[in-house]
């Protein structure tokens, strides 16, 4: 048995506008429901890799990153994502024109654990010093529990300061983030092993004025 061929459209572009001259005729009902048919078929190379923001959730998720190198633009609207062969949901396609890239997150990925605690607080207790000083520490624990190796970018940042009479320091950190930002945004690049574990740990220091007010820290 041979499967039957779709058939697509033509792709113009005249560099103002890009048609799609579909062959053949095709009969949509005038029922005021909506109606597919077949524009196009094409595949594209994805890169795959996972997700971590554990300061504002503990799940990871799959990331594809895909470069769209088909022949025409990716038109705005919903999309049907699936995993091997699994349906895990829908997401919305913005324009994408001929050779950007395109990033889309496939759901959760329960298999890889993230675990963000505070591992130190300390206040400077001298009252003599006219600063005073607070100094943070976090640990990130990132466990792989898939049968195969999980590349992995893992977001964090620490705070930044808005008053000239407030310093934030970096003073500790492992391992050194691919990227550290201006506005203290930290990006790690990471593989795991599978059944192996990484841990990232970074510790800061806050200083201002004993007679300022300092809001926004979680504590």
């Known amino acids: ?10 792709v113009q572009d005249s560099g103002t506008a890009v048609s799609f001259l579909v062959p053949g005729q095709t009969n949509i009902p005038s029922d005021g429901s909506p109606h597919k ?3 196009n078929l094409f595949n594209l190379d994805p890169e795959l890799d996972y997700l971590s923001v554990p300061k504002h959730t503990g799940a990871v998720f799959r990331r594809v990153k895909v470069k769209n190198s088909s022949p025409s633009p990716l038109l705005p609207g919903q999309a049907n994502l699936f995993f091997d062969d699994e349906f895990i949901g829908n997401t919305k396609l913005d324009y994408s024109p001929v050779g950007e890239e ?3 997150l496939l759901g959760v990925e329960e298999r890889i654990k993230v675990e963000r605690e505070l591992a130190r607080r300390d206040v400077d207790k001298a009252l003599l010093r006219d600063k005073r000083q607070l100094r943070y520490g976090y640990r990130i624990k990132l466990e792989n529990l898939t049968d195969s190796e999980a590349r992995l970018e893992v977001q964090d940042h620490i705070p930044v300061a808005k008053h000239e009479d407030i310093k934030v320091k970096l003073e500790r950190i492992s391992p050194e983030p691919a990227e550290h930002s201006d506005l203290n945004m930290m990006e790690w690049q990471l593989t795991i092993e599978p059944g192996a574990e990484q ?9 201002h004025p004993r007679t300022m007010q300092v809001a926004g820290l979680i504590e």
Do not use: P, S
Request: net charge negative; charged share 15%; aromatic share 8%.
């Open 102 to 104: 395109m990033e889309l």
């Open 1 to 10: 048995m041979v499967a039957a061929e779709a058939v697509v459209a033509a």
């Open 199 to 207: 841990v990232i740990q970074y510790e800061f220091l806050i200083e």
């Open 37 to 39: 048919t077949t524009i």
